[in-house]
């Protein structure tokens, strides 16, 4: 699978965004899809991930009630819609694919630099 990620930015602080990340290759509905974050000095940190059907959701604490993930499995596309923006959220935003839930098989999609100013 190949991915593409797009929609970042320069925000000031309370600001929205919104992700995308289109795929290719294998049927976009056997991915659970997802969203990591990494900021300078840092580990690369979970924000959410969403299971191919769309049903299930998880969120990283931090991102809890101002994050949503979905999908559009028409477009191959997971979203990433980020309300009330922080000055931490400032990172580069990377979309994951996980081949059959399996993160063992997951492929990384290039970085979109998202920076909230306060």
């Known amino acids: 699978v190949q991915l593409q990620a797009s929609g970042g930015g320069a925000v000031q602080a309370g600001g929205s965004l919104r992700l995308s990340c289109v795929a290719s290759?294998?049927?976009?509905?056997?991915?659970?899809m997802g969203w990591f974050r990494q900021s300078p000095g840092k580990e690369r940190e979970f924000v959410a991930r969403?299971?191919?059907?769309?049903?299930?959701?998880d969120y990283g604490d931090s991102v809890k009630g101002r994050f949503t993930i979905s999908r559009d499995n028409a477009k191959n596309t997971v979203y990433l819609q980020m309300n009330a923006l922080k000055p931490e959220d400032t990172a580069v935003y990377y979309c994951?694919?996980?081949?059959?839930?399996?993160?063992?098989?997951?492929?990384w999609g290039q970085g979109t630099q998202v920076t909230v100013s306060s």
């Open positions: 969403i299971n191919g059907s769309g049903v299930r959701k």
């Open positions: 290759g294998r049927p976009f509905t056997t991915y659970t």
């Open positions: 994951a694919a996980d081949y059959g839930s399996r993160a063992q098989l997951r492929t």
